[in-house]
């Protein structure tokens, strides 16, 4: 079935450092691709998104790329704020098409704190 | 600025009680889902509704636990009774089917929680 792996934390970096944390994906059909974010005591919020292969998600400095060939959507960022400390998540959903159900499939999320 | 809410924000109650939580989706989503969040298990889904009817409650306990959308304005998540495992944030999301060129895909948008304690 369709399923998420992204690298286990907690990540720890000094403000400025570069941040990647990696995301692959097993799916049997054509995904969309998503980067959610969780801040301390809210609810997931979308980071970025793609539909297919090749496009690039971009939101608040984030990037990730939809990677087919590799099967993997990593998530970039040049440098890191404070503010960024959060849980981030890799998710996956299904095609929407007759029986499919275009239900989300998470990863099992990724501390990030960045110190100052 | 469209926002899912969800009702209690916290509730403390006692093992045997009845517990329902409440969600209002997005005016015009018309898919909404109930996840469950513990730091044991992460994000798990319970169920979920497509124009109001129940799709998939496969990863919901039967035997204590009911999920309900009444009107397209709000969704329950009912526990009955509750147990002190049932402890844990509960998030409702909702959705909107979205063509992108090419296969649709369900982009979802997550009310804060009701953080549930249960003694």
């Known amino acids: 079935g369709d399923s998420v792996t992204q690298m286990e934390g907690p990540v720890t970096l000094s403000e400025e450092a570069f941040l990647t944390i990696n995301c692959t994906y097993t799916a049997t059909g054509y995904p969309s691709l998503f980067w959610y974010v969780q801040y301390p005591g809210e609810g997931l919020q979308l980071l970025l998104k793609a539909t297919k292969a090749d496009d690039k998600g971009s939101n608040k400095g984030f990037e990730a790329t939809y990677r087919k060939e590799t099967t993997s959507f990593h998530l970039e960022k040049g440098s890191v704020q404070v503010s960024d400390s959060a849980v981030y998540f890799c998710a996956l959903s299904d095609q929407v098409r007759g029986s499919t159900l275009g239900r989300l499939y998470f990863g099992r999320g990724t501390q990030l704190t960045v110190w100052p | 600025d469209a926002r899912v809410t969800q009702t209690p924000r916290d509730k403390v109650t006692e093992m045997g009680q009845e517990v329902t939580m409440r969600c209002q989706p997005i005016?015009?989503?018309?898919?909404v889902f109930w996840y469950r969040q513990t730091m044991m298990q992460g994000l798990e889904l319970l169920a979920y509704?497509?124009?109001?009817?129940?799709?998939?409650d496969s990863g919901m306990p039967k035997d204590r636990f009911s999920a309900e959308m009444p009107d397209a304005t709000l969704a329950t998540l009912k526990i009955q009774p509750s147990e002190p495992r049932d402890s844990a944030v509960y998030f409702c999301?909702?959705?909107?089917?979205?063509?992108?060129?090419?296969?649709?895909?369900?982009?979802?948008?997550f009310g804060p929680g009701t953080r549930l304690t249960v003694l």
């Open positions: 509704f497509r124009n109001r009817a129940p799709l998939d």
């Open positions: 999301a909702s959705g909107l089917t979205r063509l992108a060129g090419g296969p649709t895909y369900n982009e979802q948008f």
């Open positions: 005016l015009g989503h018309n898919t």
